[in-house]
């Protein structure tokens, strides 16, 4: 097995140096939308733009949002070719990333699909995506069966 170049670690907050904490205040400006500039998000936390830069790729929260990014979304799809394509389709279109797919075999003209999807992207887009997977010709119903 090999080994990570950079490792990771779960750190004390108490523990990081100031300029790693004001770094994660800034992003989590940026991320609020509280400011729209590096620059204002910095200035505001008291960092310089270089410190800034040289710890945003490698400081991250962690959270319970950030743990229940992975939605699993059942489905009833009629045994139809191009179903479950336009159904993947859908997802992306929405910025869900799928992660898994597991298809029982179809009986009386239906078929069972339960897909994993990261939802990282997709901004609180969730339930319209539902809303318009049940909706998709050949879907006969689509909900959450679990999250995290």
Known sequence: MQESKHPYYLVRED????????????????NRGE???IHEAVDRVGLSRSAFYKYKDGIFTLNKLERERIVTISMDLEHRSGILSKVLGLVADFEGNVLTINQTIPLQGLANVVISVDTSFMVDRLSL????????????????????
């Not at 523990?15 to 940026?30: G, I, N, S």
Request: a neutral charge; aromatic letters at 0%.
């Open 15 to 30: 523990l990081l140096p100031e300029a790693v904490l004001k770094t994660m205040q800034a992003k989590d400006l940026l």
């Open 35 to 37: 400011v729209r500039t």
């Open 129 to 148: 995506l539902l809303d318009t997977l049940e909706l998709q010709d050949g879907v006969k119903k689509a909900h959450v069966i679990g999250q995290g």
